[in-house]
């Protein structure tokens, strides 16, 4: 099982800039994918950065140019700097880590507790 908890969330306004850290806990084999995922009010949870074990990036074309996703595997940690934040940014971020247990299992997926950001205009 991992654990995973978050933080970085807060209030900023429109243009400034933020970042989210998730530290991942547990018992694992390994941590595969790494990404984050947000919710905006009434609207469905979707992607919004991903990271590979191997260091690939992969962006949602809203935040491209604007977030950088990062991964430290020494703190099986992931990061999301968010610059040039928009009020259509404003949502619950998740953490989310796709990993293997035991050797030769299965992949699991782990979310976060969520936490909150929020651009004001």
């Known amino acids: 099982q991992i654990q995973l908890v978050e933080s970085g969330g807060d209030l900023v306004q429109s243009g400034g800039s933020a970042r989210l850290s998730c530290e991942s806990s547990?018992?694992?084999?390994?941590?595969?994918?790494m990404a984050w995922y947000r919710q905006a009010p009434g609207e469905q949870r979707e992607p919004v950065a991903l990271?590979?074990?191997?260091?690939?990036?992969n962006y949602t074309d809203s935040v491209k140019g604007r977030f950088i996703i990062s991964r430290d595997n020494a703190k099986n940690g992931v990061y999301l700097q968010m610059n040039s934040l928009k009020p259509e940014d404003t949502g619950v971020y998740y953490c989310?880590?796709?990993?293997?247990?035991?050797?030769?299992?299965?992949?699991?997926?782990?979310w976060g507790q969520g936490t909150q950001v929020t651009v004001s205009s």
């Open positions: 989310y880590v796709q990993a293997i247990i035991t050797p030769g299992g299965s992949f699991d997926n782990y």
């Open positions: 547990g018992r694992f084999y390994s941590i595969v994918t």
């Open positions: 990271i590979t074990s191997g260091g690939t990036t």
